[in-house]
């Protein structure tokens, strides 16, 4: 079955930095596009990046662009987010998403997915 275990989460300072990894497993990881989504404390998900299968393109919400960076290691089955210069309001539980093909198909609010992990959270707070 599709597993995805996210991890990387914590407390940093504003204008700090992480670096979120997520472990897949349960599909040929190679074959599909994939995404970070993330729900901040009373609000609903955001959809915050996405990846080719490979690597070809890359998509950044507007609230990040310039500050993170997705990538991805086929060879190993894992989905990197680097996030820099964090600010409060990327504080939320951050969730790596499997997307439906090989390319992101967009919706009119993010992308469509059919598996979500469980999740890490992340906290900016000084």
């Known amino acids: 079955q599709v597993q995805l275990v996210e991890s990387g989460g914590g407390l940093a300072q504003p204008g700090g930095s992480l670096r979120l990894s997520c472990a897949a497993s349960?599909?040929?990881?190679?074959?599909?596009?994939m995404s970070w989504v993330r729900q901040a404390p009373g609000k609903g998900l955001e959809w915050v990046s996405g990846?080719?299968?490979?690597?070809?393109?890359?998509y950044y919400a507007d609230s990040v662009k310039g500050r993170f960076t997705i990538s991805r290691d086929n060879a190993k089955n894992t989905l990197f987010l680097q996030m820099n210069s964090l600010k409060p309001e990327d504080t939320a539980l951050y969730y790596c998403?499997?997307?439906?093909?090989?390319?992101?198909?967009?919706?009119?609010?993010?992308?469509?997915?059919?598996?979500r992990g469980q999740g890490t959270q992340v906290t900016v707070s000084s």
């Open positions: 998403a499997k997307g439906i093909h090989s390319i992101l198909v967009f919706t009119s609010n993010g992308v469509k997915y059919d598996y």
């Open positions: 349960g599909f040929t990881f190679s074959n599909y596009a």
């Open positions: 990846i080719y299968s490979d690597s070809s393109d890359t």
